[in-house]
């Protein structure tokens, strides 16, 4: 059985293969590659009729391009595995009718706070003095932008605003009400709208409360500032929390919640893996059977260096345990209502690229014209889907 697999994906389905190989005598051979690798080699063996791989882990956001070269799963999906799926997995994997994917893992931005400082007594004082209520955990928009700022002092920012991804922002666009995230099922952008510029706007916001240099601030910068204890607040995704280095300068002082709220409640945008067959491999039911497999064991995921799941009952059988705090938050926020997949469209990379992260790294600059800003990036989106 061949798959495959970005690197961090191999460690998530090894003791799954471990355990294939024990009950069933089969060896699964994971090939690995780069993310952008993993893509071009998949959408060249697709797109050539002559695959060399059985299964692969595929991005979620990959799905509607390769939908046509990918066998239809639908007889997997019995009611019992659709009520352990998040919504958002069900709705990602699902593609013109047919689920042309099994999630493996799934990942959601949560809350990363710095325990020690919002326990601190002095602290406690000295904030409800100013804004009139008790130093917690943020929850709100209006709560996030307090604390940012409160922590914003003595050489700390509050947090990292991130002008080189998009993710955050799109979590933004949900709570702040939007329903169909940039282009609904018919093709029409909703950037400009009401929702998009309070998005915009709530996110621009954070810019006097975060560290400098927020058009070049991506995921791995956020991480490194709030591990180095620079920023007393982030938004993360919450396979990081088990990861904080022990020569941290944070290490054993975070603690983590849901996703924060906007005027429409909680929010995120999940990131799925999904485990598929394409329809020119010969072994299509030998590879069925082990993605079957891979459900049933789901739970052996959590156990890995990356950490996540895909099933509701593997989230919760681990979300109690030492080390595993970030499970429960997750799982709170893979259900909110707000979350929603990214649109199933072939040309959201492109959109992401070009126009998405454009407008942001514009948006963070000082004058910026939020409204224009909106306007012309759907313009952009409008040019792409043509």
């Not at 389905?13 to 080699?41: C, H, M, S």
């Not at 409360?209 to 601030?217: F, L, M």
């Not at 929390?241 to 429409?264: C, F, H, L, N, T």
């Not at 990036?377 to 792409?384: L, S």
């Amino acid at each position: 059985m061949t798959v495959l697999v970005e690197a961090g994906g191999h460690g998530e389905l090894q003791p799954i293969a471990d355990l294939y190989k024990k009950e069933t005598g089969t060896k699964v051979q994971f090939v690995e590659l780069p993310y952008d690798g993993l893509y071009n080699r998949v959408n060249s063996e697709l797109n050539s009729g002559s695959v060399s791989f059985d299964v692969a882990a595929l991005d979620a956001i990959w799905l509607p391009t390769f939908k046509e070269g990918l066998t239809p799963l639908n007889s997997l999906f019995t009611e019992d595995v659709e009520k352990d799926l998040f919504p958002a997995e069900l709705q990602e994997g699902k593609i013109g009718g047919d689920y042309v994917g099994m999630p493996a893992w799934t990942n959601t931005e949560i809350l990363y706070y710095r325990k020690d400082l919002l326990d601190d007594p002095a602290n406690k004082t000295a904030f409800k003095e100013k804004y009139g209520y008790d130093l917690v955990p943020p929850t709100t928009w209006e709560q996030y932008q307090d604390e940012a700022e409160f922590f914003t002092k003595d050489g700390m920012y509050g947090t990292a605003t991130k002008g080189a991804v998009e993710t955050e922002f799109l979590a933004a666009l949900s709570q702040a009400g939007e329903k169909n995230m940039v282009v609904d099922d018919k093709g029409n952008v909703t950037l400009g709208d009401a929702a998009s510029l309070k998005a915009l706007d709530f996110y621009t916001s954070m810019l006097d409360s975060s560290a400098p240099g927020a058009a070049q601030t991506d995921w791995a910068a956020a991480q490194n500032l709030f591990y180095q204890g620079k920023t007393a607040l982030m938004l993360f995704w919450g396979h990081a929390y088990r990861q904080i280095p022990e020569d941290s300068k944070v290490y054993g002082k975070v603690g983590v919640a849901p996703m924060i709220a906007g005027p429409a409640g909680v929010a995120a945008v999940p990131g799925p893996y999904y485990l598929s067959v394409p329809k020119a491999s010969p072994n299509q039911d030998a590879a069925e059977e082990f993605i079957k497999f891979a459900y049933k064991h789901n739970d052996l995921s959590a156990t890995t260096d990356l950490g996540l799941a895909a099933r509701v009952s593997a989230f919760e059988k681990y979300q109690d345990k030492p080390g595993y705090e970030a499970f429960k938050p997750m799982v709170a926020t893979l259900q909110a209502k707000g979350t929603i997949p990214r649109p199933s469209n072939p040309k959201w990379q492109q959109i992401v690229d070009n126009a998405l992260v454009p407008m942001l790294q514009q948006a963070v600059r000082p004058g910026a014209d939020n409204q224009q800003l909106l306007d012309q990036a759907k313009t952009k989106v409008e040019d792409i889907l043509k």
